[in-house]
RNA sequence: GCGAUCAUAGCUCAGUUGGUUAGAGUGCCGGAUUGUGGUUCCGAAGGUCGUGGGUUCGACUCCCACUGGUCGCCCCA
């Protein structure tokens, strides 16, 4: 056969144990933040129906989703015609690598609404696929950490994420922010600057603020069809800064004429109010030039950013009030976060931010000597496993520097001897490979000594 | 989808205006040291210089194409 080079695909990753140990960490601590807060479980496929998973992400999101070939003959039946690319894929391809949680989700809750309690709070972490061009901070295949709360229009439940968002980084320690804004504020100000219909556009262009500043965002707005008069009174908005409060205030009065804007501010008053009940010590700041790409926020938006190392953002979310209608279920309000599990592994990698402990599980190696040494050893190999203590036994004969050494690159704390010596007089010896200090033990005193 | 940049030993990298047999560090293997490692010393193995073409007496070096990595744009965790 020939030679295969070894390779994974673009934007895809191995782990090696090190790694999966610190990412274990990571995804343990956040899960049991989640299940503390009385979140449960669930898992959705890999695979969805393409139906499923098209049109939800906006026009962008539908060229990064990862499609799956029919299996089979897949061209039987369809006529390639003048086809392009694009109108050929819905003949041959009817599945497709799921692009986020939120969507399955909301195909989850329509499914099994009966089996289900309302208001229903899951998390879910597994990874998404999309076909974007990798970079820093961003891969083809990451996993994300979901929480929703589905079929309540209460605020306490925006409130709610926040504090959650706010615990699971004083966990990992890192200096973050929380930018919140609402959709409705959004309507609201392309409602007065009388360009409702422009709400995309300029959701999308004013996202940008931080990144291209602000002749950027004018120059997209232009572009996009958006006269002189209303990006003139677009400006204010840019301008204005201040405390959370003196932004509220700020657009109260902007938003006289807008029922909409009045609506978001009740909304985003609401939800400070119980946030401020909540004693959080994250920042949590108003920012009106939050928008955000996905097309399904109807409410309230999050985004968390790190203060510490400069990537995208670490979390973002928001409420959606119709996204299982689309599936059949109106009247379903919902509101989630989702956390970037890889690039809070990015960061704590680049800031040292992992705890120390995060070594190799592995206490005890026992040296192999040879035939009769190894039923030796491995009877006391068996009593520490059943004391719950990591250990095993080196597998081949071989010199013993090399087994010291295998124990040194392992990090492995303790190595055991037990060779003739040991076996007549029905000891251990055990040795500390920081100190190199050795001393002969019993089984009992093994199992007693604080490994 | 667009752009920039890089590709030499398992890993990190040198390699002169284009010139004989492509080097170092580290790791690996063996030995000094057959029941004692992380230090030291000695030795050995390891390369189609990303792939394919072109220029040249001669290419790791120059040119073109392709592939792959990294980083930006779009978009996003």
């Given at each position: 056969m020939a030679n295969v080079k070894p390779s994974i695909p673009k934007g895809t990753r191995d782990f090696t144990p090190t790694e999966m140990v610190r990412r274990n960490y990571i995804l343990n601590t956040i899960r049991s933040i989640f299940e503390k807060y009385a979140y449960l479980p669930i898992e959705t496929p890999s695979i969805e129906n393409l139906s499923t998973l098209m049109g939800k992400y906006g026009e962008e999101g539908d060229r990064l989703i990862f499609k799956i070939l029919n299996s089979g003959d897949f061209l039987a039946n369809v006529d390639l015609g003048n086809k392009t690319a694009q109108q050929l894929t819905p003949l041959i391809c009817e599945k497709g690598l799921r692009y986020d949680l939120t969507v399955p989700f909301a195909r989850f809750i329509v499914q099994h609404q009966n089996e289900l309690i309302f208001p229903f709070k899951r998390y879910q972490m597994q990874p998404v696929w999309r076909a974007d061009r990798p970079q820093k901070g961003r891969y083809r295949e990451f996993y994300q950490c979901d929480i929703d709360v589905i079929g309540s229009n209460s605020m306490l439940n925006e409130a709610e994420l926040i504090k959650i968002t706010d615990e699971v980084f004083n966990a990992f320690k890192l200096d973050t922010v929380i930018k919140v804004n609402n959709r409705k504020i959004l309507s609201g100000i392309a409602e007065i600057i009388s360009e409702p219909d422009k709400i995309t556009t300029i959701c999308t262009a004013i996202d940008k603020?931080?990144?291209?500043?602000?002749?950027?965002?004018?120059?997209?707005?232009?572009?996009?069809?958006l006269t002189d008069s209303s990006i003139n009174k677009l400006m204010p908005f840019f301008d204005f800064s201040g405390t959370n409060e003196q932004k509220l205030d700020f657009l109260e009065k902007m938003f006289i004429n807008s029922e909409i804007g009045r609506k978001g501010i009740d909304e985003l008053r609401s939800m400070l109010s119980y946030v401020d009940?909540?004693?959080i010590s994250t920042p949590v700041e108003i920012e009106f030039t939050l928008a955000r790409g996905l097309n399904y926020y109807t409410g309230a938006i999050f985004e968390v950013k790190c203060k510490q190392v400069a990537m995208g953002s670490v979390a973002g979310g928001g409420r959606y009030d119709d996204l299982t209608s689309i599936f059949g279920l109106k009247n379903m309000s919902g509101v989630g976060i989702s956390y970037g599990a890889e690039r809070i592994y990015d960061i704590l990698l680049e800031c040292d931010g992992f705890p120390t402990s995060l070594t190799t599980p592995i206490k005890v190696l026992f040296i192999n000597f040879g035939k009769k040494e190894e039923l030796y050893?491995?009877?006391a190999v068996q009593q520490l496993r059943n004391a719950n203590i990591t250990c095993e036994l080196y597998p081949d004969n071989v010199k013993i520097g090399k087994q010291l050494n295998y124990a040194n690159n392992k990090a492995i704390p303790f190595v055991i001897m037990a060779g003739e010596n040991e076996i007549k007089e029905n000891c251990f010896t055990l040795k500390n490979m920081q100190t190199g200090e050795q001393k002969k033990v019993t089984i009992t005193q093994l199992l007693e000594y604080k490994l």
């Open positions: 603020l931080d990144k291209i500043g602000r002749e950027g965002v004018l120059n997209e707005l232009k572009d996009n069809g009940a909540l004693t050893a491995l009877q």
